[in-house]
Nanobody, 116 residues
Framework: VQLVESGGGLVQPGGSLRLSCAAS????????MSWYRQAPGKERELVAG????????NYADSVKGRFTISRDNAKNTVYLQMNSLKPEDTAVYYC??????????WGQGTQVTVSS
């Protein structure tokens, strides 16, 4: 099983990034997918989630209206489009796949830094 994130980097405030998470080794279309993030000294927090079929999404209040989660089950990939980035969005972003409470996987994370 692999979840490989990409697309992180350094961006100026107000800029945009698109994160991708490529999945392999499991039936991607059967899993709800989420993005979490963890800033230095803080707990990991849920950023956005999407159901297995893509019909429903949810977002943390801090990113509503700025971030969009989507998935392509044909490509086994989930995305996080991040617009109007703020310095407080700086964190390591993790991809998460979940089928049940005990059946889940994590990616290795990708660093997003928002700074001028």
């Amino acid at each position: 099983v692999q979840l490989v994130e990409s697309g992180g980097g350094l961006v100026q405030p107000g800029g945009s990034l698109r994160l991708s998470c490529a999945a392999s080794g499991f039936t991607f279309s059967s899993y709800a997918m989420s993005w979490y993030r963890q800033a230095p000294g803080k707990e990991r927090e849920l950023v956005a989630g999407i159901t297995s079929g893509g019909g429903s999404t949810n977002y943390a209040d801090s990113v509503k209206g700025r971030f969009t989660i989507s998935r392509d089950n044909a490509k086994n990939t989930v995305y996080l489009q991040m617009n109007s980035l703020k310095p407080e969005d700086t964190a390591v972003y993790y991809c998460h796949a979940r089928r049940t409470l005990v059946n889940f996987y994590w990616g290795q994370g990708t660093q997003v830094t928002v700074s001028s």
